[in-house]
C-alpha cells in the first residue's frame, strides 16, 4: 500500500470480465484513473484471479474464504427496514429474454454466494450477503471513504459506515426510476432512497440524474455533487459500408429505457422520406420480439435490421460505416456509446432525457418524445454534408473534456470539499 | 364400385442457415448445406426408399390393382439429384410400374398463387418439364402447395388444361356433404373435378397412429378397411391424402405403420366392390355430383385449414409481400442463379417457420423448424433478402437499367410509369423468348 495516498474502499458489483452493461466498465475505468491519485481497493462479488487492473487492489469475494471473518452476522439489524420477497427479479432487465436458453436453476436455495448469475434468483438476499461479506472484510482494512456505485451495493455501504464511522459516498449510475419509470416504486426504489438519505455524498454522473434525484427521492442537490463519466480513447476507423443505403445505428439493450420503440418510430418517419436508409440496432432485451414484430408490421423489414448481442469487434466495426448515430432513451444517466460514436467521428442524434447531452455539445438533441424533431435531424444530416462536418468536429473537441481522468480529479476534489480525506 | 385414392405429398425446402445481419453484403451462401443434406439423409433413409420399396412390392404384389399418387416439389427432386440419386431412382422404378401417377404442383412448393398468377404458372410449368423428364408422364391433375385452394384457382387451373384438382374437404364448406364424391368448383369451365380430402380418415392415418390416447389405438388394417367399407353405398372415392413422411418418418417404423401399409390393399380388396385410383383415373370415372364453393382460402395446414400457418402475422406477410415486391426486377436481370436463388425464397416452408400461433405449446410448427423461433426464422430469411436485394441491384445497374423497386406500400412516383411500361415490354419479350425457365 502507498501510504501517502488517501484510501479508497470502492464498493462495485458488475466489473469486467463479467461485464453487464455499462456499470462494469464504468467502474473499471473510473477505479483505474483515479490509481493514481488514491489508494483504490475495489471490493466486487467475482473476479478472477487472473484478471489484474493496474494500481487497484481488485477483491473479489469469490475468492475469499469468508471463514476468517468467524460468525456472519446474517441477522445483524438493518438501520431502516425493507420489506423483502424472495423472487427472481431482475431490476436491470425485466421480461424475458430472447436469447436465455438456458434452464433456470434454483437459486434461491443455494447456501452459498451465487456468483455466476448477479441479478438472477433471489436478489437482496444476493445483495444482504454481498453486504455482510464485505462489512467483515471492511474491518480488517484500513482506508478513508467508502465509495459505493448503485443499489446493490448500497447496503454493504450502509453497514461498513455504521461499523467503521467513515464517510460514505455514493456513486449514482442509474437509478430505479431510469429502469422501471417514475411510477414504479419498488424495493430497489426503496434501498435507494434510504441508502441514499443515510450517504454523506451522492455523485451522480450527470445533472440529468441528479435532477432526478431531487425530484423523484426528494434529496436536497446540495448534497451531490456532478461527477460526468469519462471515456477511454479508442482507436476509430473506417470500413466501406456493406450497403449502397446510410446506416443509421442504435447500440444498447432493448428495453424501455433506451427508447427503441421510438427508434423504430424514427426509422419509420425517416424512411418515408428517403427509402435508401438502413437503420440497424445492435444489442438483446425484452423489447426485441416486439421490435422486430413491428418492424415488420410497419412495412419496414427491409430496411430495419436488429443484430442480436454483438461482441466488442463487431460492435465497433458497426461503428466503423455508420453513418448516424441514434440514441433515443426515454431516461439515460450518462449514454457511453454516443461518445463512443462520436469517436468515430459519427455525428449523432440524441435525446435530452440523457447525461451525455449535457457534455456533447456536438450533437443533435430531441425531447425522446419529438419523433419528427429526431427524423428531421437525421434526414439532414445524411442529406447535408456541411452540417454532418460541423456536428462531428464541435464532438472532436467536446471529446477532450470526457475524460475519466477530468472524473478522477473532480471526485478527488470533491472528497476534500466534504473533508474526508 | 368406390374407389381408394391415395395421394402423397413429398418436399423438402432449402433451409435457411443462420445467415446474420453482418453476412449481408458479403456471402451469397444463404442455405444450410449441412442441415439439408442431413435431414435429407435421415428421411431417405427413414421413410422414402422404405416406403417406396414397400409400395413396389405392393403393386408387384396386387399385380397392379394397388395405385398411388405422388406430388414431388422441385425442390425435393433437386435434392435428391444432390444427396440421394438412389431415392431418385427408386421414384422412377415406381413410375415405370404404370400404377403410379404423379401430379402437377409448383415447382417451389410455393405460395405464388397468392400474389403473382404469372410467377404461379411459370413455377407450375417448371415443375411439369421435370415430371415429363423423369418419369414420363405428363400431370394431368394439379394438387397446390398444401392444398391451398378457392374458386379462383380452380378456374385458373382449369384455364391450365388439368382435368383435376386436389384439395381439402373443409367441414364448413361441404356443410354436412360427403367428402367421398368428385365435385365442381362453381366457377369458370366446369369440366375439371375436385378431389376432396378425407380428413377423417386420412388423419387417422397420418396423424393418430400411434396415439396411445386415441380410443381406436391400436389401428389395425382390418379395422381402418371396416371403416372405409361403411362409405358403400354413400361414396364413390374415398380420398386419402398425406405428408409421405408418415410412413417411418412422423410414425416411426417400430409403430408398425409399415405393416399396416403391407396388409391394407389386401385388406381393402378383400370386398370385391372396393378398388384403388390413382386421381386422373378417379376423375374419369365419376361424375362431379355438386359444386364445392371455396371463396376464401383453405387448406389442409393445422384445425383452421386456411392460410394463417403461413400468412396470418406481420412478419410473414412482410417478408412476402418483400419477396414478391422484387419479382420485375428479379426476371429483368435474366440471371439464372439470382432467379433460383429468388425462387427458392418462395418455398412456403419459409413463412410456415416463421409462424407463432401455438409456438409455445411445442406443435408441429415447432417440430419442423431448423430455427430456435419464429423471430429467428424471420431475421435470417430478411437478412438473406437484403442481401439478394443488393445483389438485385447491383446487377440491374450494371446493365444500365434503372431499378424499378415495385414497392407496393409506397404508391407509385408518377415517373415510373414510364419504367413500368419499359418493365412490362422488356417481361412480354423475356417471356417470347422463353428466357425465365
Redesign the interface.
Known amino acids: 500500500m502507498r501510504r501517502d495516498l488517501p484510501k479508497v474502499l470502492m464498493l462495485g458489483w458488475e466489473f469486467p470480465p463479467i461485464i453487464n452493461g455499462g456499470l462494469g466498465v464504468a467502474c473499471h475505468d473510473l477505479s483505474s484513473a483515479m490509481s493514481d491519485l488514491a489508494d483504490i481497493t475495489m471490493v466486487v462479488p467475482k473476479s478472477s484471479l487472473g484478471f489484474k487492473v493496474k494500481s487497484v487492489n481488485l477483491v473479489g469475494i469469490n475468492n475469499i474464504d469468508s471463514s476468517v471473518f468467524g460468525d456472519r452476522a446474517t441477522d445483524q439489524k438493518l438501520p431502516f427496514s425493507l420489506h423483502s420477497v424472495p423472487s427472481d427479479l431482475n431490476p436491470y432487465h425485466s421480461g424475458s429474454y430472447?436469447y436465455s436458453?438456458k434452464k433456470k436453476t434454483d437459486e434461491g436455495k443455494s447456501r452459498h454466494f451465487d456468483i455466476d448469475n448477479l441479478y438472477g434468483g433471489d436478489v437482496i438476499k444476493k445483495v444482504m450477503q454481498y453486504a455482510d461479506i464485505t462489512t467483515s472484510l471492511a474491518s480488517t482494512m484500513n482506508f478513508d471513504v467508502i465509495h459505493a456505485h448503485d443499489w446493490m451495493t448500497m447496503l454493504a455501504g450502509i453497514k461498513i459506515k455504521e461499523k467503521t464511522g467513515k464517510p460514505l459516498v455514493m456513486h449514482i449510475h442509474s437509478l430505479e426510476v431510469d429502469r422501471s419509470g417514475p411510477e414504479n416504486k419498488g424495493w430497489v426504489y426503496d434501498l435507494e432512497k434510504k441508502g441514499m438519505e443515510y450517504a454523506d455524498m451522492l455523485m451522480p454522473v450527470s445533472n440529468f440524474t441528479a435532477n432526478n434525484i431531487y425530484q423523484y427521492y426528494g434529496i436536497e442537490k446540495d448534497k451531490m455533487k456532478v461527477i460526468h463519466n469519462g471515456s477511454n480513447v479508442v482507436k476509430s476507423f473506417k470500413t466501406k459500408s456493406?450497403?449502397?443505403e446510410k446506416t443509421v445505428l442504435f447500440v444498447g439493450r432493448l428495453t424501455r429505457q433506451k427508447g427503441p420503440e421510438k427508434f423504430l418510430d424514427i426509422a419509420s418517419r425517416v424512411l418515408e422520406k428517403n427509402?435508401d436508409v438502413r437503420f440497424?440496432m445492435a444489442g438483446v432485451g425484452d423489447y426485441?420480439?416486439s421490435i422486430?414484430?413491428?418492424?415488420?408490421?410497419k412495412?419496414i423489414?427491409?430496411r430495419f435490421?436488429?443484430?442480436?448481442f454483438l461482441n466488442l469487434e463487431?460492435l465497433r466495426?458497426l461503428f466503423s460505416f455508420s453513418d448516424v448515430y441514434c440514441m433515443p432513451s426515454v431516461s439515460e444517466p450518462f449514454g457511453l456509446s454516443a461518445v463512443e460514436a462520436a469517436q468515430f467521428g459519427i455525428p449523432c442524434v440524441i435525446s435530452k432525457q440523457s447525461g451525455v447531452a449535457e457534455v456533447l455539445n456536438g450533437a443533435l438533441k430531441f425531447d425522446f418524445w419529438d419523433i419528427d424533431k429526431a427524423a428531421d435531424c437525421i434526414l439532414n444530416l445524411l442529406r447535408d454534408p456541411a452540417l454532418k462536418k460541423k456536428v462531428v468536429g464541435d464532438a472532436y473537441q467536446n471529446l477532450d473534456n470526457i475524460t475519466w481522468g477530468i472524473s478522477a480529479k473532480k471526485i478527488m476534489y470533491a472528497y476534500s470539499s466534504g473533508q474526508f480525506i | 364400385m368406390p374407389s381408394i385414392c391415395f395421394y402423397f405429398q413429398v418436399h423438402q425446402p432449402f433451409r435457411i442457415r443462420n445467415y446474420s445481419f453482418f453476412d449481408i453484403g458479403q456471402s451469397d451462401r444463404y442455405e444450410d448445406d449441412k442441415k439439408n443434406e442431413e435431414i435429407l439423409n435421415k428421411v431417405a433413409d427413414k421413410c422414402y426408399l422404405n416406403a417406396n420399396r414397400k409400395m413396389l412390392e405392393l403393386i408387384r404384389r396386387h399385380e397392379g390393382k394397388f395405385k398411388i399418387s405422388y406430388s414431388i416439389s422441385g425442390t425435393a427432386i433437386e435434392q435428391f439429384e444432390k444427396y440421394r440419386p438412389d431415392v431418385l431412382r427408386s421414384f422412377i422404378d415406381l413410375a415405370n410400374t404404370g400404377c403410379v401417377e404423379f401430379l402437377a404442383e409448383t415447382y417451389y412448393h410455393s405460395l405464388s398463387f397468392i400474389h403473382s398468377r404469372n410467377e404461379f404458372r411459370r413455377q407450375v410449368e417448371k415443375h411439369g418439364k421435370m415430371i415429363e423428364k423423369y418419369f414420363k408422364q405428363k400431370p394431368v391433375v394439379f394438387r397446390n402447395t398444401e392444398l391451398i385452394y378457392n374458386n379462383e384457382l380452380a378456374a385458373f387451373i382449369e384455364e391450365m388444361g388439368y382435368k383435376g384438382i386436389i384439395c381439402e374437404g373443409v367441414d364448413k364448406i361441404l356443410n354436412g356433404r360427403s367428402p367421398n364424391f368428385l365435385y365442381k368448383p362453381v366457377i369458370g369451365i366446369p369440366e375439371a373435378k375436385l378431389l376432396l380430402k378425407n380428413h377423417l380418415l386420412s388423419d387417422d392415418i397420418a396423424f393418430r397412429f400411434s396415439d396411445k390416447g386415441w380410443k381406436e389405438f391400436p389401428l389395425t388394417a382390418d379395422k381402418f378397411s371396416e371403416w372405409v367399407y361403411n362409405i358403400a353405398g354413400n361414396g364413390e372415392t374415398v380420398n386419402l391424402f398425406m405428408d409421405y413422411e408418415t410412413f417411418g418418418e412422423h410414425q416411426w417404423e417400430s409403430t408398425g405403420i409399415f405393416d399396416f401399409l403391407d396388409h391394407l390393399p389386401t385388406q381393402i380388396l378383400k370386398h370385391p366392390d372396393f378398388d384403388f385410383k390413382t386421381p386422373s383415373e378417379v376423375t374419369a370415372s365419376y361424375p362431379a355430383r355438386d359444386t364445392y364453393d371455396a371463396h376464401s382460402y383453405t387448406s389442409w395446414a393445422d384445425t383452421e385449414r386456411d392460410l394463417s400457418a403461413w400468412l396470418s402475422n406481420s412478419m410473414q406477410q412482410e417478408a412476402f409481400k418483400r419477396v414478391y415486391s422484387i419479382e420485375k426486377d428479379v426476371l429483368l436481370c435474366d440471371d439464372g442463379e439470382i432467379l433460383k436463388t429468388w425462387r427458392k425464397l418462395q418455398t412456403s416452408d419459409h413463412y410456415y417457420y416463421m409462424c407463432t400461433k401455438f409456438w409455445n405449446d411445442g406443435d408441429v410448427h415447432k417440430y419442423f423448424s431448423p430455427y430456435d423461433s419464429p423471430y429467428d426464422a424471420y431475421m435470417y430469411f430478411m437478412n438473406v433478402f437484403s442481401d439478394l436485394e443488393c445483389r438485385v441491384r447491383a446487377v440491374l445497374e450494371t446493365k444500365g437499367n434503372s431499378v424499378t423497386y415495385c414497392n407496393e406500400f409506397e404508391e407509385k412516383k408518377p415517373a415510373s410509369i414510364q419504367t413500368n411500361k419499359v418493365v412490362s415490354d422488356e417481361l412480354r419479350s423475356m417471356q417470347e423468348a422463353g428466357n425465365w425457365i
Open positions: 430472447l436458453t456493406p450497403f449502397k427509402p440497424v426485441f420480439r422486430l414484430e413491428k418492424s415488420s408490421y412495412h423489414g427491409n435490421h436488429l443484430t442480436g463487431k466495426y
